[in-house]
């Protein structure tokens, strides 16, 4: 995703409760978010709805910097939100940061 014009940065867990490999799901204005974290300790997020049948993909397996639906594997690059091919699709990411042990999230002021 692409900030627009501005953002409100919202400090969603504490940075050591997100274990390397795993993702979390948090809640924001009743919008469901996964976060993750990539095994080399880079943080994403992105909308918790795979493009494909939408279930939640805050379960799946991480490689890399993609994550793979749990229901039918898509997989997802992690900081674009594409969908790899020959799958088709794509999912809201989130600018994110990790500052004074907090992980952050950019959300779009709408
Ligand atoms: S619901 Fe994610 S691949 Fe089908």
Redesign the pocket.
Known sequence: MTLMNSAQWIDVMNEKDLLQGTGKKVVYKGNEIAVFKAMNGDVFAMENK??????G?VDGMISGKHVY??????KINMDSGLVEKP?TGCVQTFQTEVSNGKIRIAFPIT
Do not use: N, S
């Open positions: 795979c493009p494909h049948k939408g279930w993909i639906c749990p229901m039918h594997d898509r799958d």
